[in-house]
C-alpha cells in the first residue's frame, strides 16, 4: 500500500506528527531545566556577590556584579520569549522553575 502514489506522503506526514508528539515531550523537559537554571544562576551569582561584599573584596564583587547584570539582561529578554511562546496554542509545558 505505501508503494501507491498517494499513500508515500500520507505514511510520511503521518510519521512527521508521530514525531513532532515526541519532540514536544522533550522540549517541554528542556524548557523547564532551562528556566531551572537560569532562576538558580541568577541567585547563585546573587549569593556569592553578597558573601564576597562581606568579605571585603571590592574587585571580586565589582566582577561578579557585572557578570549578573550581563546575564541578567538575556535572562529578562529570554523570559519574555518564553511567555509568548506560552501563550501559543497547543503549549502544553511550563515555563516556572522547578
Known sequence: PWAQPGARPTLD??????????ERGCLNIEIKRWVTW?????DFLQY???RL??????AR???????RMLQ???YGLHQDR????????GFTGSI???
Open 96 to 98: 516556572e522553575p522547578g
Open 61 to 67: 564583587v565589582l566582577q561578579v556584579r557585572k557578570y
Open 72 to 74: 541578567g539582561r538575556f
Open 82 to 89: 518564553l511567555l509568548k511562546l506560552s501563550r501559543l496554542p
Open 53 to 58: 561584599k562581606e568579605e571585603g573584596q571590592a
Open 13 to 22: 506526514l503521518y510519521f512527521q506528527l508521530l514525531r513532532a508528539e515526541e
Open 38 to 42: 537560569m532562576k538558580e544562576e541568577r
Open 48 to 50: 556569592h556577590e553578597c
